[in-house]
């Protein structure tokens, strides 16, 4: 889901903007993305015997810094367009909260036809 809408929004802004917008915004869909693998094997490590609330908590400064150091080095250094970068990024992450959001919602039902 995230990919699709990382490539969606790339689409609108390749054709409205250029090219150079367009690889901007494949950027920003990419950092969202490794944000979420990140997130994904924090949670399988915090789920291991011994493993505590810390990995959690590592994980997500680990991605803070991460995504921190990833928006400069798109900005500053490649110089990407900063919007077309945000808006990869923003819709990449809204793609990721509506595809947990419907899980759960799912997972609840489920649960609820279970009882």
Known sequence: MQAGMTL?????????RGKGAGLATLYGGGIALLVSLLLAFRFVRANRPGAG???LYLGALERFLFVGVAFAVGIAVLKL????LLAGFAGAELAYFITISLTREG???EEAGNR
């Open 107 to 109: 997972a609840d039902a």
């Open 53 to 55: 609330a810390m990995d």
């Open 8 to 16: 969606a929004i790339a689409a609108g802004f390749f054709i409205y």
């Open 81 to 84: 367009a900063p919007m077309a």
